[in-house]
C-alpha cells in the first residue's frame, strides 16, 4: 500500500529557481495538505484542497502556489525560491465525511534546502 | 490559532509515566494524536471527538474535555520505542483542516 507519495524526497535549490514538489494519494481520499514543518514550529499548514476543483490558504500560503490536478495529485510550486523556504515540506490527505472523523495520512516528506 | 502543547520536552526512564497535555482557545470538534520519530512522517496515534471521551492504544490512552477545550496524552510504562515528538491536531468543525501544535519531544532511555 502506497499511501501518500511525494518527489522529490530531497532537493537543493538555488535562490530564484522555481520548483514543483508532487504528491499523489490511493486512498480515494477527498481532502489534501501541505504542510512546511521547522525546528521548533511544528507542522505549518500552507494551502490545502478540500475537494477535487478546490484550493484554499492556510496559516503560511506567501510565495507558494497549489495545483489539485484531480482527486489523486496536489502539487505545491516555488516560483521564486527563497533561503526562508528552507523546510522540510509534507502532504497529507483525509477523508472528509459526515458523522465521522478520519486522520490524516501523511506523506514522507521532502527535503529542501534553498542557498 | 495553533494549539498550546506542554511540556516543550520530557525525558523519562524506560517504565515511567508522562502526561502531554494540549490546549487551545478555541472550541473544539475533535483532536489527533500523533508521534513522529526523527527524519520520519508523523503516524495516526487516536482521534478524540468532544464528548469527553477516552481511547487508548496499547499503553497510550488519552482525554478530551470540550468544555475546557484540552486533551491530555498519557504514555503508561514508557518503552524506548516511545521516543519522538508528539504533535496534537485541533479540528474545529469535522471538516477543517487540522492545526498542529509546536510538538512535545519525549526521550525514554535505559
Known amino acids: 500500500n502506497a499511501g501518500v507519495t511525494q518527489t522529490p524526497k530531497f532537493q537543493v535549490l538555488k535562490t530564484g529557481q522555481s520548483m514543483t514538489l508532487q504528491c499523489a494519494q490511493d486512498m480515494n481520499h477527498n481532502s489534501m495538505y501541505w504542510y512546511r514543518q521547522d525546528p521548533g514550529m511544528g507542522l505549518r499548514l500552507i494551502y490545502y484542497?478540500?475537494?477535487?476543483?478546490?484550493?484554499d490558504k492556510g496559516e503560511v500560503p506567501n510565495g507558494y502556489n497549489v495545483s489539485r490536478l484531480n482527486k489523486r495529485e496536489f502539487s505545491l510550486r516555488l516560483e521564486s525560491a527563497a533561503p526562508s523556504q528552507t523546510s522540510v515540506y509534507f502532504c497529507?490527505?483525509?477523508?472528509?465525511?459526515?458523522?465521522?472523523?478520519?486522520?490524516?495520512?501523511f506523506g514522507d516528506g521532502t527535503r529542501l534546502s534553498i542557498l | 490559532q495553533q494549539p498550546v502543547q506542554s511540556p516543550q520536552a520530557v525525558i523519562l526512564r524506560e517504565g515511567e509515566d508522562a502526561v502531554i497535555n494540549c490546549s487551545s482557545s478555541?472550541?473544539?470538534?475533535?483532536v489527533h494524536w500523533y508521534r513522529q520519530k526523527h527524519g520520519e512522517a508523523p503516524v495516526f496515534l487516536m482521534i478524540l471527538l468532544k464528548g469527553g471521551e477516552q481511547k487508548g492504544h496499547d499503553k497510550i490512552s488519552a482525554s478530551f474535555n470540550e468544555k475546557k477545550q484540552q486533551s491530555s496524552l498519557y504514555l503508561t510504562a514508557s518503552q524506548l520505542s516511545y521516543s519522538g515528538t508528539y504533535f496534537c491536531?485541533?479540528?474545529?468543525?469535522?471538516?477543517?483542516?487540522?492545526?498542529f501544535g509546536k510538538g512535545t519531544r519525549l526521550s525514554v532511555i535505559a
Open positions: 491536531g485541533t479540528d474545529k468543525s469535522g471538516n477543517t483542516p487540522l492545526v
Open positions: 484542497s478540500a475537494s477535487e476543483g478546490t484550493t
Open positions: 497529507a490527505s483525509r477523508s472528509l465525511q459526515s458523522y465521522s472523523n478520519q486522520p490524516q495520512h
Open positions: 478555541k472550541a473544539l470538534y475533535s
